[in-house]
């Protein structure tokens, strides 16, 4: 078979098939039939093995010798195998041959025979460095000699005798410092004798039971803290509910615990200690002024306080101090701790 694609169409216009019939019979895309018959083999180069399976494909279709179909492809593929390097071989000589050409067109670079007395005489350079170097070295010295003696001057400015009598600066005389400390010293006195005015103003209405005003009656919060002194269940309820933010627990003797409230959003707290004995309470760091009796009751388990804008000064009680209707309150027996749950 010389020449393998024009056998293929032959055999295929021999049996009456378009290249559709073909292609619905070899399950192969007409563009394949195509360049199968037209010889363009050159196009599937790599894929030799996919292209001997398309002929066998096409041999048993058009009832041709598959082996023999096969060996025309393969002497086919060798014959194109050889021409391209040959084309390479020609190539490449032809480069080679060029590439000899242009070197043999290269010209030389001229040779000037050059005058020793006007290019090899250097002795002039020779002065030239000499001259820089000593330049560079009086440079040098000069430098020194500036710095030393701006050094010396500057220590010379600097220093004075203790029998000069023109002193420049902020000098105090003895007389000026003792004024100063006279009055530092009257500040200190007015500080000490100016009396703290509590954050936090408490009245009583039972045993338990408090009110309590804030000197700033703008704070946006507040704080509130108990100390405990003995093992205790404690919870804390705002406005009577469940105050997340304190966490309701068992807290040992010795704990102590804290929660910052916005003023706004509180008018009563109810505190539940599970009978906490002699635990202490606070609200911006002021502690409640409770009796030795409430401190001290082991029945304790609830205390209230009601935040109101003020408190009557005729009302007001501190740690140290009870007013008379708070004294009578005082006498109120621990059932009224009940009363106030």
């Known amino acids: 078979m010389n020449n393998l694609g024009e056998e293929i169409r032959k055999k295929r216009l021999e049996k009456g098939l378009s290249i559709d019939d073909l292609s619905k019979r070899t399950m192969l895309s007409p563009a394949v039939l195509k360049d199968i018959e037209n010889g363009a083999f050159d196009r599937y180069e790599g894929d030799e093995t996919y292209v001997r399976m398309y002929l066998k494909k096409i041999s048993d279709a058009l009832d041709l010798d598959r082996d023999e179909v096969t060996k025309s492809y393969l002497a086919l593929t060798e014959e194109i195998k050889q021409e391209e390097l040959a084309q390479a071989a020609k190539e490449a000589q032809e480069e080679g041959e060029e590439h000899v050409a242009k070197k043999q067109m290269k010209l030389e670079k001229p040779n000037f025979t050059k005058k020793a007395s006007v290019y090899e005489d250097k002795s002039h350079i020779k002065v030239i460095r000499v001259v820089i170097a000593l330049l560079i070295v009086a440079l040098i010295a000069v430098l020194i ?5 701006s050094t010396h001057k500057s220590t010379e400015t600097k220093s004075y005798t203790k029998s000069s009598d023109n002193v420049t600066g902020d000098v105090k005389t003895k007389k000026d410092k003792e004024k100063e400390a006279a009055k530092k010293k009257e500040e200190t006195k007015a500080k000490q004798e100016t009396p703290k005015v509590a954050t936090v103003t408490f009245s009583k209405n039972a045993n338990y039971n408090y009110n309590f005003a804030l000197a700033d009656a703008n704070a946006e919060t507040f704080t509130f803290k108990v100390e405990f002194t003995t093992r205790a269940w404690a919870q804390l309820q705002v406005n009577g509910k469940v105050y997340t933010d304190f966490e ?70 501190t740690n140290n101090n009870t007013t008379t209707q708070n004294n009578a309150s005082s006498n109120t027996t621990t059932s009224n701790n009940g009363s106030n749950n």
């Open 248 to 317: 309701a627990r068992v807290y040992q003797a010795g704990e102590s615990a804290t929660v910052t409230l916005k003023s706004a959003d509180v008018q009563t707290m109810r505190f539940s200690n599970g009978a906490s004995k002699g635990a202490k309470y606070y609200i911006n760091d002021v502690q409640v002024p409770f009796s030795d009796e409430e401190t001290y009751n082991a029945n304790l388990t609830r205390v209230r306080f009601t935040k109101v804008a003020s408190i009557d000064a005729s009302q007001a009680i």
């Open 145 to 149: 000699f500036v710095a030393v003696f």
